[in-house]
T-cell receptor, first 112, second 112 residues
């Protein structure tokens, strides 16, 4: 049973527009959420995170929104750039000693 | 060394052979992890270590063993490789169990 779900395997966006990547979770004990970005043949790179006590965290072009009642988080990239083309993984953690649980990833393609 | 190094970069292995994947870090992070990434399954935790001298099982530990003799090294051993262990293996570290994880470049393993 998947605890962290990324239901869109892929997303295609025009350069300059907004990219919205979605993630749903089932475990209400998750208290910390992260997004990682992965290029082919490289390891995942940490992008942005959010604690369950917040509903928004922003870092430059990247904003993560958390809706705890809906058990949903999203990553917004504005404006999207071709270099943002990568696989994005959502991850969640339950408690300070909990393991990270990853979604299956969404492949983002930003077209020039 | 800068960050996390993994060796080998890739390997083709005959089924039944023993193999050790190496992970070394120079960031003096206490916690280290091994994940495998399979197409359509995202990243799954194999084993982890909160600090030197301790290890724990993750989501998919069967067929793998780890040791943590010192802070910098966290080798992953496949005692008798099977084709289902064909995957990309990522080592990760974090300052402590509750902090953001950082990933190495990965090892591609093909078991025939």
């Amino acid at each position: 049973d998947q605890q962290v779900k990324q239901n869109s395997p892929s997303l295609s966006v025009q350069e300059g527009r907004i990219s919205i990547l979605n993630c749903d979770y089932t475990n209400s004990m998750f208290d910390y959420f992260l997004w990682y970005k992965k290029y082919p043949a490289e390891g995942p790179t940490f992008l942005i995170s959010i604690s369950s006590i917040k509903d928004k965290n922003e870092d430059g072009r990247f904003t993560v929104f958390l809706n705890k009642s809906a058990k949903h988080l999203s990553l917004h990239i504005v404006p999207s750039q071709p270099g943002d083309s990568a696989v994005y993984f959502c991850a969640a953690r339950g408690g300070s000693q909990g393991n990270l649980i990853f979604g299956k990833g969404t492949k983002l393609s930003v077209k020039p | 060394i800068a960050g996390i190094t993994q060796a080998p970069t890739s390997q083709i292995l005959a089924a039944g052979r023993r193999m050790t994947l190496r992970c070394t870090q120079d960031m003096r992070h206490n916690a280290m992890y091994w994940y495998r990434q399979d197409l359509g399954l995202g990243l799954r935790l194999i084993h982890y270590s909160n600090t030197a001298g301790t290890t724990g099982k993750g989501e998919v530990p069967d067929g793998y063993s780890v040791s943590r003799a010192n802070t910098d090294d966290f080798p992953l051993t496949l005692a008798s490789a099977v084709p289902s262990q064909t995957s990309v293996y990522f080592c990760a570290t974090s300052p402590s169990r509750s902090e953001t994880q950082y990933f190495g470049p990965g090892t591609r393993l093909l078991v025939l």
